[in-house]
């Protein structure tokens, strides 16, 4: 593990490599938790209705939150999604991974995506938690 990234990915001997996330990491360091964020932005405003504009609105807010801690996307550890709709969620595949390589990067923490019947708040789509893991300075 390096300062740059206090983390390790693991990958068991046998297993198929995961595609867009990873099955397990391994972290040392400051801990950083957001809540549950969704798809307006910080004035809670909504600019997208579909789920694809919010994820991408949703990425940019967990970067924000990161950046108030002197974090990177690098430094995540795990994201935890809730989406409403699991059909739009996988008809929409290729704007989503568009939209997370340009807002992430190609770094790819442990993953969970779970659909739910409805979120907080009634226009999200999607919400996402999001751990990430500093360095010791």
């Known amino acids: 593990m390096t300062a740059l990234t206090p983390h390790m990915f693991l990958q068991p001997d046998g297993w198929m490599p995961a595609k867009g996330y990873a099955n397990g990491v391994l972290a040392e360091g400051r801990i950083l938790f957001t809540g549950g964020l969704v798809g307006w932005t910080g004035n809670q405003e909504w600019q997208h209705h579909d789920m694809a504009g ?7 807010n967990i970067v924000a939150v990161l950046a108030e801690a002197g974090a990177r996307p690098e430094h995540l ?14 008809d929409n595949l290729r704007a989503f991974g568009a939209a997370y390589r340009e807002v992430i990067g190609r770094h790819f923490p442990a ?5 739910v019947t409805g979120l ?9 938690e999001a751990t990430a893991v500093l360095p010791h300075d």
């Open 120 to 128: 907080m708040e009634d226009a999200a789509r999607i919400e996402i």
């Open 111 to 115: 993953m969970a995506v779970v659909q």
């Open 54 to 60: 919010q994820f991408r609105q949703t990425l940019l």
């Open 77 to 90: 550890v795990r994201l935890t999604w809730y989406i409403t709709d699991k059909r739009e969620y996988l």
